[in-house]
């Protein structure tokens, strides 16, 4: 589950990575807003920001026991599950499909 080997924020306090965490999210949610507003383009640093705040979380996750992790993680993976979005993409590639063929092979007289 870790994204990060040597996660320079493992053994800080959970107080201390949820402090920093609320500072750095805070920030990235302004970011983000200004970015989808056109106002402002995506940048390595805004990359950094969320990869940081990934690493926060990670490092807070840590002092949970691998149980709890386990099953949050289950959990949050079930709600994010992207099988039925690839469906319905597939379902609406295979109506697209078929219609071109129905264009291609039963043209409407006019």
């Not at 080997?5 to 990575?17: F, L």
Request: aromatic share 6%; proline share 2%.
């Amino acid at each position: 589950m870790k994204h990060f080997e040597n996660n320079v924020n493992d053994g800080m306090s959970r107080t201390d990575s949820i402090e920093t965490l609320i500072d750095l999210t805070s920030c990235i949610a302004v970011n983000a807003l200004i970015v989808a507003g056109g106002e402002d383009e995506a940048n390595e640093k805004d990359a950094g920001a969320w990869w940081a705040m990934i690493a926060l979380a990670e490092a807070a996750l840590e002092s949970y026991p691998e149980d709890v992790r386990a099953k949050g993680y289950q959990i949050v993976n079930e709600n994010t599950n992207r099988e039925l979005v690839e469906k319905a993409r597939r379902d609406e590639a295979e109506r697209a499909a078929k219609h071109v063929v129905s264009l291609i092979f039963c043209p409407k007289e006019d």
